[in-house]
């Protein structure tokens, strides 16, 4: 059974970087076909794609949020980063990171984790 734990500070002051760690386990985040990918919620809207981490560590982002989003392995301890930067209090969210199967993607995550509240305020 692959689990997934998110963690990092729940606030964050505006125009500083958000950081949030992924820790997988019962799963390795090298293992072929599967998307690493961090979704986040803000209060009262839908689920938004943030971006991926490969198996192999090639990454890919939602246009939006590129210029201030970055997302890294480190397979030494089998967990994934995200790192957003210049926060604003738009930014505020639940944020969650999941799996994805390259074969059936189209059907969304197999495996998420419980999610982490981030607030951005001053």
């Known amino acids: 059974q692959v689990q997934l734990q998110e963690s990092g500070p729940g606030l964050v002051k505006p125009s500083q970087t958000l950081s949030l760690t992924c820790a997988v386990s019962?799963?390795?985040?090298?293992?072929?076909?599967?998307?690493w990918i961090w979704i986040r919620q803000p209060p009262g809207k839908g689920l938004e794609w943030m971006g991926a981490?490969?198996?192999?560590?090639?990454?890919s982002y939602v246009p939006s949020l590129k210029s201030r989003t970055s997302i890294s392995r480190d397979t030494s301890k089998n967990q994934f980063t995200l790192q957003l930067s210049s926060v604003t209090p738009e930014d505020t969210a639940v944020y969650y990171c999941?799996?994805?199967?390259?074969?059936?993607?189209?059907?969304?995550?197999?495996?998420w984790g419980q999610g982490t509240q981030v607030t951005v305020s001053s």
């Open positions: 981490i490969t198996y192999s560590g090639s990454t």
């Open positions: 019962g799963g390795s985040i090298t293992t072929n076909y599967y998307y």
């Open positions: 999941a799996r994805v199967s390259i074969p059936t993607m189209a059907w969304g995550p197999d495996y």
